[in-house]
């Protein structure tokens, strides 16, 4: 049956009838809110980069975390900037390291029993060169060696976890490194901590804003001989299967935005939950639409994230996760 008897129109004529057919929900409870985590106390440092964005110390991190829980959020995602970097990374699996910090510090809140506290695990903002693994020479340059990685990606984990993590998620796209964690959780008693892996991790231009918030540029080469190459999604499926063998709990699809395919095609393979990072590159550029006038804040926001949850994502990490709880609390 065609028009006239069919009119597509008929649904659409108000609010009450448009929210009845509504066919996605976006609920405070499915956004993750990053934070930056730095020493001191009282700190609270802008991002030129991320207007809205702030590097804490861990007092001021739990201010955050009192605001997200009242605002419904789902959960927190853990970044770090140690006072000191080196080859080894030090600062990213020490007990005393910032995150770990500021993770028993999340723990003895009411805000935590909330909130659900994810920590990234990864090596970049802790080496002194700025990449996600160990850094080797060789003949005509660097390379990043995988294996001898995976020792420091899974003792960061099993740190994480013992300070406090609820879920810990490699962004590092170390090959093995999913296996290499499990194994050093369980060794560890900590069976029961899920792995959030970032299971296809694109090398992205979106990452630039994050690399100053997190002063993790790499100091030499990019990132391409690890991250995905943005055109390959048949890849990027394989890196989702050998993460879930591995035992990965979970997967987190990014970038969001500009990968909505690859969200989609995730969604239809495989039956665990699936997050997306809408990623520092994707929070500035909409956010300096806004500042322009060019685009209209509020539904901008929820119509990017509305996107993101229809291309199949349960989860969304996002830096607009307090002020789109507040829209949806509206
Ligand atoms: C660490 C990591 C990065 C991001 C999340 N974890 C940076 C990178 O890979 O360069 C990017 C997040 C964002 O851009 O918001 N490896």
Redesign the pocket.
């Known amino acids: 049956m065609g028009f006239p008897q069919n009119r597509m129109r008929r649904l659409r004529r108000t609010e009450s009838l448009r929210a009845l057919v509504r066919e996605t929900a976006l609920d405070p409870g499915d956004l993750i809110y ?1 934070l930056f985590l730095r020493p001191g106390s009282g700190v609270r440092n802008a991002i030129s980069s991320m207007p809205g964005v702030f590097n804490l110390s861990v007092d001021e991190a739990l201010r955050e975390a009192e605001e997200a829980a009242q605002l419904g959020i789902g959960g927190l995602l853990l ?1 770090g900037l140690p006072d000191a970097k080196d080859e080894q990374a030090t600062g990213a699996w020490h007990e005393n390291g910032i995150v770990q910090q500021g993770l028993r510090a999340l723990k003895q809140t009411a805000a935590a029993k909330k909130l659900v506290l994810i920590a ?1 695990v ?4 802790y080496t002194s060169h700025g990449h ?1 693994g160990v850094v080797v020479k060789t003949g005509d340059g660097f390379a990043v060696d995988n294996d001898p990685s995976l020792e420091l990606l899974a003792r960061t984990a099993t740190s994480l976890a013992r300070a406090g993590a609820d879920i810990v998620a490699p ?3 170390m090959d093995g490194r999913v296996a290499a964690i499990r194994e050093d959780l369980d060794k560890n008693g900590l069976t029961e901590t899920p792995i959030l892996s ?1 299971a296809s ?1 694109f ?2 231009a ?6 100053e ?2 002063d ?3 100091q030499f080469g990019d ?1 391409r001989s690890y ?1 995905m190459d943005g055109a390959n999604l048949r890849e990027a499926l394989r890196e989702i299967d050998l993460d879930l063998e591995e035992g990965a709990d979970m997967i987190l699809m ?2 969001a935005m500009p990968y909505l395919d690859v969200i989609l095609a995730a969604r239809e393979r495989v039956d665990v939950p699936i997050g997306a ?7 500035s550029m909409l956010q300096a639409a806004f500042e322009k006038g060019w685009l209209d804040r509020d539904r901008a926001i929820l119509e990017s994230l509305v996107g993101i949850r229809r291309a199949g994502a349960d989860f969304i ?1 996002t ?1 607009f996760a307090k002020d789109a709880a507040r829209l949806l609390s509206r």
């Open positions: 990053p970044f990234d990864c090596l970049c903002e996600c962004s590092d796209m970032y991790k090398a992205s979106f990452y630039g804003p994050f690399r918030a997190a993790s540029a790499p990132r991250q990014k970038p990072y809408q990623v520092s590159g994707e929070y990490a830096y």
